[in-house]
């Protein structure tokens, strides 16, 4: 049973519908891992034991008597500590919202449960999300799954913590410059950017509403798109067949150029990999891309400073002074600013979208660093300036240009390399996630 730990959540799920696993047996096995795991607190902020339990003896019924609701019926699910959980803290990483209990479900979490899949526990994460390192000093900082002593990746760090350490096959996140994607790429996983509006955010505590995305992380491409349909109450996408012969790609050159040594040398590898399984490659800088990413100052911290400032300011010293300090850089801004930001915007994803509609996909490394040492984080400010911008500065191109996105492992330990493909077109670009995982073997 210990071996379905590792497993993935469409391989317990078959193997539940073959009667192969019981999902009580099942969700006792997590539990038990959970409990006994010298992290369990940094990673979870809450073991929803009782609740799991209930759902896994339900899911277990419904097994008995062939009515499963869907492929992951019976699999235990981690949810990031943003989305509201009725009866259970949601305090989204921050002593800002200590001891806030929300009603009732998120529409996501809703969705899963009606699903018939399993909660298992609630995850810590960066401070209201506003953070790719996951360094968290006011809460909790998960441990990255290769060396303790580098962060884990944000603001989804705890999810990732959690599947990377066998205590949950997949986890739910949320992205809004890259928040799912770098902690599943510091930490060996597959990770889902969905685009902009297509999944429920009803529930979830906010950072950015005009950006923030939600989406999985998970061992591989299918249980991502498993956990997608989840999400959503829909049909998976057929994944079979899927080959990267005549599927080009475009490498955006200077974002490959400009990452450090060792995530630039494990994309290339990817690229040579995926070339040889039959993909064109080309490669490029887009001036789009540069117009898009010219607007960060203008659009990240201006809208999130405008959700968070009374809560900010009524009590800002509870808060980790580097996050207060990202958040007050938006206090400034005019509305001039944040317009012209926005047609901006709009004007180069126009721009992007014709520069590369002859692509299957766009390829860049998933983070431009390796995760950096948390005690340095804490002890240099300037560093920690640095690489918290240098964390997301890849990811950030796909919430900025309104993309869907998915990173995959390198197989060199905390390099990942994402695929980027225009609004809207997930299953395609989970199909040919697959193919690519398929040359990564």
Known sequence: MRDWLWMGAGDLGRGIGAGEIDPEVLCETFLDAIDGHAHRDTIFTHVTADRARAE????????RTGTRRGPLDGVPVSWKDLFDTAGLPTESGSALLKDRVPEEDAEVLANATAGGSVCIGKTHMSELAFSGLGLNPKTATPPNRHDPDRVPGGSTSGGAASVAFGLAPVAIGSDTGGSVRNPAAWNDLVGLKTSHGRVSDRGTVPLVESMDTIGP???NVEDCALALALL???????????????????????????????????CQQAIERFKAAGATIDRAELPSVAAAMAQTPHLFSPEAYAIWHEAIEAAPHLMFDRILERFRTGRDATAKDVLVA??????????????????????????????????????????????????????????????????????????????LAPPRQEHRLLR???AM?????
């Open 342 to 419: 926005v047609r901006r915007r709009r004007s180069a994803v126009a721009e992007y979208l014709t520069a590369t509609a002859g692509y299957d996909a766009v390829l860049l490394p998933t983070a431009a660093i390796l995760p950096p040492k948390r005690e340095r984080l804490l002890s240099d400010e300037p560093y920690y300036v640095e690489e918290n911008l240098l964390a997301l500065r890849n990811t950030r191109v796909g919430n900025l240009l309104g993309l869907c996105g998915l990173t995959l492992p390198t197989g060199v330990p905390m390099c990942g390399v994402m695929a």
């Open 432 to 434: 040919l996630g697959a």
């Open 232 to 266: 959503e109450g829909t049909v998976p996408p057929d994944l079979a067949g899927a080959s990267l012969h005549r599927r080009r790609f475009l490498v955006l050159a200077d974002y490959l150029e400009t990452s450090r040594d060792e995530p630039r040398a494990a």
């Open 437 to 441: 995982e398929a040359a990564l073997a």
């Open 217 to 219: 992380l998970a061992r």
């Open 56 to 63: 896994a003896a339900a899911a277990a019924g419904r097994a």
